[in-house]
């Protein structure tokens, strides 16, 4: 056992000791990201990992994060809710958080690729991006 | 009748069936064989009955070198599915839950994976002794169909638990039932047949001891 | 979701004009007429994926599916139950990914969430049925009584009549809840009603099972998700249930399993073991039996699930589980008071051996007395 799991001010904190012990999975998901990346240089294959189909233990999952730490892009998402979109420090790896309208992680995923699919704009939003641009343009002559 | 049907039907009436034939069983044949008293010596005693029959029940449990010469396959494989056996029933903690459960006390566990290793070494030394058993021509030939129903019924808990355990083949809830019905089984058929001998070891080591040491010799 | 809900003062042939329109959309020009872009869709698609405990591989397939996926009708039945699993449901954590879902069904009939009651709810599901005949999902929570009829009723109808009449049309019946799947409470021994399962009376239409007391609100949102993305029912396990929410043992993914492998278990709930989270097993866990997805999709927001709060599984996915013989007794220990069998046993065999002992003793003593001496002209003969 290392040691207990620091308390934070103002937040209740259960005595459930955090380590290797608890499961043996954040080792080996760490290990899976390094295959995904030496893939990624090798044949260009991107991957996306579900955190939320592995068993982590209290602590694991802030575990992972903070080994994989934030790197230079950390990018922010307004749809439905916050995303936040953020390289860690290895770069061609991602974390992406999706949050509902409460605040609430939806869904967590660790993505290994150059740019996660959801930061470049879609297809159906730029069509729908020039029309309207077009529509405001042809509405609005005067005033631009 | 659901697997989880089956199961409360043999952690509950199934177990509570097995519990009483195998207890009344063993009782009865006890009473029998004791009461039915011995014919009595009219020979003078030179020596105690007492020391002779105590000290034969432990000192059985080593086997003489020309024994041991004789049948060690037998004897090897022998005291290896019995520790097995002692291990995975008495040693493993589901199951000594189930003992405290019945007599109100426990003792400690040992961990999982040394359980898992001796069921393993147990099912293997007790296919090692059916296969030397067959292959023999002596052995065969002294083998009843009792003999191969008592073997079978005591390698089907520890092949049945160690599938239960590793949830192999079926869902978890029919490997346990079917890991408890064959416990079962082993329980009902005990009294009745030489599985007796856990019990009946012991009285016939010290009738043996007994008799040598009231003639004053050693055994 | 509530349009014929909430839309009381509506004559019944405005609503499902209404109905139609909607029905005609697919789900893509539904959510593209109300703002939503694609990359909110993306988003939703990728959650939706992660709920149903799929492969992130998959999440482009199924916003293909979901894009091109038109409205289904759900009509929801409540028979002998506690309202739990729609509580579990109205409180899934994802509101707004749910909220999308709903808006992609048109939920007709629900006595509890709908407004109206009585003849006019009743007509609500009439029309839904007579409109979307053969089409509709139909989500079933609570179990039957097959004892008298009068134990469960609605608008004077009995359970079972209202069951076999909604389910003639439907495409495919979601049983939500363990009564509904396996009978559950009502039909924990000694089952005064006489409980039923929606199984036990419908052959001859596609059922998931969902049970759970209450199931998991993503499981039975990930559930009806599967049907709107695929337009069929998911795979399932030997007693109906959705393989990739069932498909592994509570036991299996459980994050104290390694305690469980090294024998390091908590023996009360409150020793030292207890609070290094160890396992329950000893506490009367019923996780190595349970097949759920708990372990995984938690609860509330995926914060935490029983047995990460300490408390040991008490099964409640599986059939039967209230007669388990206590959710406090380990899975190995008897059901039955054991002891007790064994004192009252050991008694009467012990009389019984002792008679039988007896009987042998005077048997021998008879045959012995019944000797006679052999003499040499005996042997001469």
């Not at chain 1, 420090?89 to 290994?112: C, K, L, M, P």
């Not at chain 2, 090897?76 to 903690?93: N, S």
């Not at chain 3, 879902?101 to 407004?115: M, N, R």
Request: hydrophobic share 40%.
């Amino acid at each position: 056992m290392s040691e207990v799991a620091t308390p934070v001010s103002g937040e209740i904190k259960f005595n459930i000791q955090v380590s290797d012990e608890l499961t043996q999975n954040v080792k080996p998901l760490l290990h899976e990201i390094k295959h995904a990346l030496e893939s990624l240089i090798e044949n260009g294959d991107t991957s996306i990992i579900d955190l939320r189909s592995i068993p982590l233990a209290p602590g694991e999952e802030d575990r992972i994060l903070d080994t994989l730490g934030k790197g230079e892009v950390q990018a922010k998402l307004e749809s439905l809710g916050l995303s936040e979109i953020i390289e860690t420090q290895y770069a061609g790896v991602w974390v992406v958080t999706h949050y509902n309208d409460d605040g609430n992680i939806i869904s967590r995923f660790i993505e290994v690729t150059t740019m996660p699919s959801i930061l470049s704009s879609q297809t159906e939003d730029v069509m729908a991006a020039y029309s309207s641009l077009t529509l405001d343009l042809d509405e609005n002559q005067e005033t631009i | 009748m659901s697997e989880i049907e089956f199961l409360n039907w043999v952690r509950g009436p199934g177990f509570q069936i097995a519990v009483i034939i195998f207890i009344a069983g063993v009782i009865i044949r006890f009473a029998e064989i004791l009461l039915l008293g011995r014919k009595t010596n009219l020979a003078e005693a030179k020596g105690s009955e007492m020391g002779g029959g105590m000290r034969t029940i432990v000192t059985r449990s080593v086997p003489d070198k020309s024994t041991l010469k004789r049948s060690a396959f037998t004897i090897v494989a022998g005291y290896i599915f019995h520790i097995g056996l002692f291990v995975t029933i008495f040693l493993f903690a589901p199951h000594i839950l189930l003992f405290k459960d019945l007599i109100g006390f426990g003792w400690p566990s040992v961990p999982t994976p040394v359980v898992d290793a001796m069921a393993v070494v147990s099912i293997i030394a007790l296919l090692a002794i059916l296969v030397h058993r067959m292959r023999d021509n002596v052995l065969r030939f002294i083998t009843t169909k009792e003999d191969y129903v008592v073997w079978l019924l005591t390698i089907l808990p520890l092949i049945t638990g160690y599938m239960a355990f590793h949830r192999i083949g079926m869902t978890a809830p029919t490997l346990l039932a079917i890991h408890i019905l064959t416990v079962e089984l082993l329980l009902v058929v005990f009294p009745f047949t030489k599985l007796m001998h856990a019990f009946t070891l012991v009285f016939a080591r010290w009738y043996n001891g007994a008799i040598s040491g009231y003639r004053g010799v050693e055994s | 979701m509530t349009d014929r809900i909430n839309n009381k003062d509506k004559s019944p042939a405005d609503l499902v004009q209404l109905e139609k329109s909607r029905l005609d959309k697919t789900l893509g020009e539904t959510l593209r007429s109300q703002g939503i872009s694609r990359r909110s869709f993306l988003k939703f698609c990728a959650a939706t994926a992660s709920m149903m405990a799929m492969s992130p591989a998959m999440i482009p397939k199924i916003a293909h599916a979901l894009e091109n996926a038109r409205r289904p009708s759900v009509i929801w039945l409540s028979f002998q139950e506690c309202t739990g699993c729609t509580e579990s449901l109205t409180r899934a954590h994802a509101s707004t990914v749910e909220s999308l879902i709903f808006d992609s069904i048109s939920l007709d009939y629900h006595h509890t969430l709908q407004a109206a009651a009585g003849h006019a709810a009743e007509e609500a599901r009439e029309i839904a049925m007579e409109e979307n005949y053969g089409k509709y999902l139909l989500v079933v929570d609570g179990s039957i009584p097959m004892d008298n009829p009068g134990y469960s009723t609605i608008a004077g109808i009995s359970n079972y009549d209202m069951l076999m009449d909604t389910a003639k049309g439907a495409a495919a019946i979601i049983a939500v809840g363990t009564c509904a799947t396996y009978g559950g409470i009502p039909h924990a021994d000694p089952n005064p009603t006489g409980a039923v399962s929606v199984g036990d009376l419908i052959k001859d239409k596609p059922i998931i099972n969902v049970p759970g007391c209450p199931p998991i609100p993503v499981v039975i949102t990930g559930v009806l998700t599967h049907f709107l993305t695929f337009g069929s029912i998911p795979e399932l396990d030997h007693i109906g249930r959705p393989k990739v929410f069932y498909g592994q043992s509570i036991h299996d993914r459980c994050y104290r399993r390694p305690f469980y492998d090294k024998g390091l278990f908590a023996e009360t709930f409150d020793d030292e073991g207890a609070k290094k989270g160890w396992c329950l097993y000893k506490l009367g866990c019923k996780g190595p039996t349970t097949y759920n997805a708990c372990a995984t999709a938690k609860w509330n927001d995926g914060t935490s699930f029983p047995i990460e709060a300490g408390h040991p599984c008490i099964g409640c996915s599986e059939p039967d589980f209230w007669d388990g013989g206590g959710f406090y007794k380990a899975l190995s220990m008897p059901t039955a008071n054991i002891t007790e069998t064994a004192i009252y046993t050991a008694a009467g065999a012990a009389a019984a051996g002792v008679a039988l002992g007896a009987m042998n003793r005077s048997k021998k003593n008879s045959a012995a007395a019944a000797h006679s001496d052999t003499t040499i002209d005996d042997l001469e003969k």
